[in-house]
């Protein structure tokens, strides 16, 4: 077996986000090809059982990206997922489980190089903190 | 600042005193039905009653430790769709607290609802209950007993039982938010107690009610702030003990291992009040191959599947309301210690946001607002901005 290779889920929005995943595609930016992307419409339509399902079924790393506060196009979608996000967190912290494995990040459609910054410094964290402890738990 | 009445206590009955208060609540027409627990005579438990005639209020035992269901979700029922009366119901501080929590969640009109709050030293486990009361005749001399040594500090166990956990750690002994409270810490149970009457209550005739003027409660305070700040130093310890046993997922895993998702925590707990939880939907219903699946992949999967997720999704939706009323670990088959974890966890979410479950009507859930300037350093990255 070689370098362990994290397994990261995104949950992005379709505005921001999705937009800059795209906008690093097709500048032809390098980053690691450790994301599977979800795209949703906005980073406050991600509930919180989901990012709790992809740990519980093996990723190491859940990324939400949504709009920069202030420029959600839904108007408030992302400051409600500011709070889901961190009481999630504050949960999985308080049960034993890495927060850190958690990120919320604000990313516009003009950042595609910011993107990539996120997912290659994602990977580098998960790199460090290791497999999920989840993803080889069979009593969960 | 309320309004306080002294209640004398005729022939040392402090159970036929009360009734005959409550009766004269449903007379006077200042409630139209009444929601309290009475004792059955078969079995001596204790039951919540719906009451409309005053004559049926013989067996009323307001004051019985224990309690079936947390009646907030009975409320619920009572008073959802708009009805014409208004609604009396005894509660204890949890219950009230949840109550609370149901109405942001619009799932109670307070509206139609007067609550009649009482003080509460805490209950038992029905198991336990059950247990005790084969010494007594009835849960009225059972209650007279637990009341009197648990006013003079002196209740460590009933026939060899004690309070559950949850009610050892409550630091709401008294109600809050109420209508009308009845409040008998630091009385004498066999002489009087106070009944206090919200500012905001349609001013009553207290002689028709038999209530004497009463100027100061300072011995009513005294005792409720002695019980908040002994079961405070419990509660801490209760938070200690769960942080240094969740050491990672794997000790949190370890307490749950006995669940075998009945369900019946959700049912119990007045917050989880969905029609349909999404863990009754087809949501995480997979097809077998799935399961097949993560089988070949781990070697072997517990069966059911995703019971933290379960736990941690519950947790996710009724946390931030958790008012620790204890009825999950009480409905638990298997003695799981839920309300320890759900109660430690839940204060630390609700921290985040200074937020207190059932302190205020009028404040919103966490997840239902926000604030734009909160949090700034949420969804930064370590690095600078490339
Ligand atoms: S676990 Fe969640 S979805 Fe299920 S009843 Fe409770 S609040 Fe509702
Ligand atoms: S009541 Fe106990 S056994 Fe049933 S689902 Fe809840 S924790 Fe599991």
Redesign the pocket.
């Known amino acids: 077996m070689g370098e362990f290779e994290p397994n990261i889920v995104a949950f992005v929005c379709k505005w921001c986000t999705y937009t800059a995943a795209d906008l690093a595609g097709t500048s032809r930016i390098q980053y690691p090809p450790n994301v599977k992307i979800i795209r949703l419409m906005c980073s406050g339509s991600v509930d919180p059982i989901f990012v709790v399902k992809a740990l519980s079924q093996g990723a190491d790393g859940v990324l939400i990206g949504g709009c920069h506060p202030g420029d959600c196009h839904y108007v408030s979608g992302n400051y409600k997922a500011r709070r889901r996000i961190l009481i999630l967190k504050t949960i999985l912290q308080n049960v034993g489980f890495e927060a850190d494995r958690v990120w919320i990040r604000w990313i516009s459609a003009s950042e595609g190089k910011y993107f990539a910054t996120v997912i290659t410094e994602m990977v580098e964290q998960l790199k460090k903190m290791g497999p999920s402890p989840l993803k080889t738990a069979w009593d969960i | 600042m309320s309004k306080v009445y002294k209640l004398t206590i005729e022939n040392k009955d402090i159970f036929s005193t009360v009734n005959s208060f409550f009766q004269k609540l449903l007379e006077e027409k200042i409630i139209d039905n009444l929601l309290l627990p009475q004792e059955s005579l078969n079995s001596k438990s204790v039951m919540q009653t719906l009451v409309k005639s005053p004559q049926e209020l013989g067996n009323a035992n307001p004051f019985a430790p224990l309690l079936l269901v947390n009646s907030a979700t009975l409320v619920s029922q009572l008073t959802i769709d708009n009805p014409q009366s208004k609604l009396g119901a005894v509660m204890r501080s949890c219950e009230i607290r949840a109550a609370i929590e149901l109405a942001k969640l619009k799932q109670i009109n307070l509206e139609r609802l007067v609550i009649i709050g009482v003080d509460c030293p805490g209950i038992y486990e029905s198991t336990a209950y059950q247990k005790i009361i084969e010494k007594y005749k009835d849960s009225q001399s059972l209650t007279r007993d637990y009341l009197s040594k648990s006013l003079k500090n002196q209740l460590q166990s009933l026939e060899g039982q004690e309070i559950r956990l949850a009610c050892k750690g409550c630091e709401y002994p008294n109600p809050e938010n109420f209508s009308i409270a009845l409040n008998f810490f630091g009385c004498d149970v066999d002489k009087e107690i106070f009944i206090q009457f919200a500012d905001n209550f349609p001013q009553i005739d207290p002689e028709k009610l038999n209530l004497l003027s009463c100027e100061d409660n300072g011995q009513w305070r005294k005792a409720i702030d002695e019980c908040r700040d002994r079961r405070t130093k419990t509660r801490e310890e209760i938070f200690k003990q769960v942080f240094e046993n969740i050491k990672d997922i794997k000790s949190f895993l370890k307490e749950f291992e006995h669940c075998r998702r009945c369900y019946n925590c959700?049912k119990e707990?007045p917050?989880?009040?969905?029609r349909?939880?999404?863990?009754?939907s087809l949501t995480f219903e997979h097809a077998s191959e799935q399961y097949f699946g993560w089988a070949r992949k781990k070697g072997k999967i517990r069966m059911p599947s995703d019971t933290l997720l379960?736990h941690i999704?519950?947790m996710?939706?009724?946390a931030i309301s958790c008012v620790g009323c204890g009825q999950c670990s009480s409905a638990c088959p298997n003695g799981i210690p839920i309300a320890k974890f759900f109660k430690t966890i839940g204060f630390k979410v609700q921290e985040l946001f200074d937020y207190k479950p059932g302190r205020n009507p009028d404040e919103e859930i966490p997840q239902s607002t926000f604030k734009e300037d909160e949090f700034p350093e949420v969804g930064l990255g370590p690095k600078s901005k490339a």
Not at chain 2, 276 to 280: A, G, K, P, S, V
Request: proline share 0%.
């Open positions: 959700r707990c917050i989880c009040y969905c349909e939880c999404i863990f009754d379960f999704t519950r996710n939706h009724m």
